[in-house]
């Protein structure tokens, strides 16, 4: 398997670069240099379960470039799923070793006339462990080499410089979901009144509705006063009194 990797890992490598110089037939070498990038996301439990625990990452570079070959390790916990490339008419052909955490890629971008691209060159696609927790860290390396560790180079078919590329690494980062938060309904408690005072404002209004029944005027049928009836009776037996004495 390792032979059949190299193989075709060497003529995608030797495509890419066909495709890619075929307006340049000399090209120096610049000590500018270009570096490849790696992407990162951080991501909650409940977003990467949404994604069915995969994760796209953008692959790209620090100048521009026709050509290069890049080479991306996987850390423990993430798998290979696909790598395309992000530019129109540009091919990105990749291949992986045995285990599924080394991806080799060569890409090449021709035009005529010939206009070289910089920035996100491509898109690489891993599953992560489904055994991923919220705290969880997942890493990805990326440089100019191959599967044997040898040295890959970018082309840049405008200026004519080219060189080995530099290298860089991304992560995927497991977050806690956000916690929503409770909301409890609070009842006031009711107001006491003191008993003293309850008792007081009792005896008051007893006291003046007995107050406003004594002086009311009595209704006809109604009882007379104890007070009353006695002043009767006196001037009832001062009536008789007098009349008696006048017969």
């Not at 798998?79 to 129109?88: F, G, N, P, W």
């Not at 530099?166 to 995927?172: L, P, Q």
């Not at 009144?193 to 003046?208: D, G, I, Q």
């Amino acid at each position: 398997m390792k032979t059949t990797l190299k193989k075709t890992m060497a003529a995608l490598s030797a495509a890419a670069v066909v495709a890619a110089s075929a307006a340049v037939m000399a090209v120096p070498t610049s000590a500018a240099g270009v570096s490849l990038t790696m992407g990162s996301k951080t991501l909650t439990l409940a977003e990467l379960k949404a994604a069915n625990y995969q994760v796209t990452l953008p692959i790209g570079v620090t100048d521009s470039i026709n050509s290069v070959g890049f080479g991306v390790t996987l850390g423990e916990g993430l798998t290979y799923v696909d790598l395309e490339a992000s530019v129109k008419k540009a091919t990105c052909l990749a291949a992986t070793n045995d285990a599924g955490n080394f991806v080799f890629a060569p890409f090449a971008y021709a035009t005529v006339p010939l206009k070289a691209v910089s920035g996100q060159i491509a898109a690489i696609t891993v599953e992560v462990s489904k055994d991923a927790k919220a705290g969880d860290t997942y890493t990805l390396s990326i440089d100019g080499k191959d599967s044997d560790g040898v040295e890959t180079s970018y082309k840049n078919g405008e200026t004519g410089d080219s060189g080995v590329p530099g290298g860089g690494a991304g992560t995927i980062t497991i977050v806690e979901d956000p916690t929503e938060p409770t909301t409890e309904a609070t009842t006031a408690a009711p107001t006491a009144t003191p008993v003293a005072a309850t008792t007081t404002a009792a005896k008051v209004a007893t006291a003046t509705k007995k107050a406003a029944k004594s002086t009311s005027s009595p209704k006809t049928g109604d009882a007379l006063p104890v007070a009353g009836v006695a002043v009767a009776v006196a001037v009832i037996g001062g009536v008789a009194l007098v009349a008696k004495k006048r017969k």
